[in-house]
């Protein structure tokens, strides 16, 4: 009894262990800045964004992002951002040597805001980061315009929020234990 009894053990632990999934989840933050066009002449009165220029990462990355190079050219996607209309694609997209491809797509916007003293609009919103070799993470985003004479900027930042530690197995593992022990148990009073 004791031999089987190790057996199931062995062979629980083999499945437990060859079942372990190991999550590679995206951490950190990245920051762009640039250019920016609006659909109104004067900022306040914008309901969303026609174009960029000089789109890039700025020097304020870390975690997953750390080793992506400050001045990397970023594709951003244009949308309306007073009411609601979220790109299609990614909010953000840029490709690395490998290729690896980083972009964060949009998936909740939250009612942006005019500071009419500071001459900006602030927006704001959920999303999910991916990188390639990573898994999709959960993210937060924000991006802000602001004009100075006639020039308009915009600032942005994405950051992932993974929250929870994958199981390296140890649960399936103890689970297997347990059942193999219960399954021997019920033989031995059957």
């Known amino acids: 009894m004791k031999n089987k009894l190790i057996k199931l053990l062995v062979v629980g632990s083999i499945v437990g262990s060859s079942v372990a999934v190991q999550a590679v989840p995206i951490?950190?933050?990245?920051?762009?800045?640039?250019?920016?066009?609006?659909?109104?002449?004067?900022?306040?009165?914008?309901?969303?964004?026609?174009?960029?220029?000089?789109?890039?990462?700025?020097?304020?990355h870390s975690?997953?992002?750390?080793g992506v190079p400050t001045g990397t050219p970023t594709t951003f996607a244009t949308f309306n951002f007073v009411t609601p209309v979220l790109p299609a694609g990614s909010l953000w997209t840029f490709t690395l040597a490998g290729p690896v491809?980083?972009?964060?797509?949009?998936?909740?916007?939250n009612v942006p805001g005019w500071d009419p003293?500071?001459?900006?609009?602030?927006?704001?919103?959920?999303?999910?980061?991916?990188?390639?070799?990573?898994?999709?993470?959960p993210g937060t985003w924000t991006l802000s315009?602001?004009?100075?004479?006639d020039?308009?900027?915009?600032?942005?930042t994405a950051a992932a929020t993974q929250s929870s530690v994958p199981d390296g197995g140890t649960t399936v593992l103890l689970l297997g234990a347990a059942l193999s022990t219960l399954g021997l148990i019920k033989r031995r009073l059957a």
């Open 151 to 156: 020039s308009l900027s915009f600032a942005s």
């Open 27 to 60: 951490t950190g933050s990245i920051a762009f800045s640039g250019g920016v066009s609006v659909n109104n002449v004067t900022l306040g009165s914008a309901t969303a964004i026609t174009g960029y220029s000089g789109e890039t990462v700025s020097g304020l």
């Open 117 to 137: 003293i500071n001459h900006a609009w602030s927006i704001s919103g959920g999303g999910l980061a991916d990188i390639t070799g990573f898994d999709q993470t």
């Open 145 to 149: 315009i602001t004009q100075s004479g």
């Open 101 to 109: 491809v980083y972009k964060f797509q949009a998936t909740t916007e």
């Open 63 to 66: 975690g997953s992002y750390a």
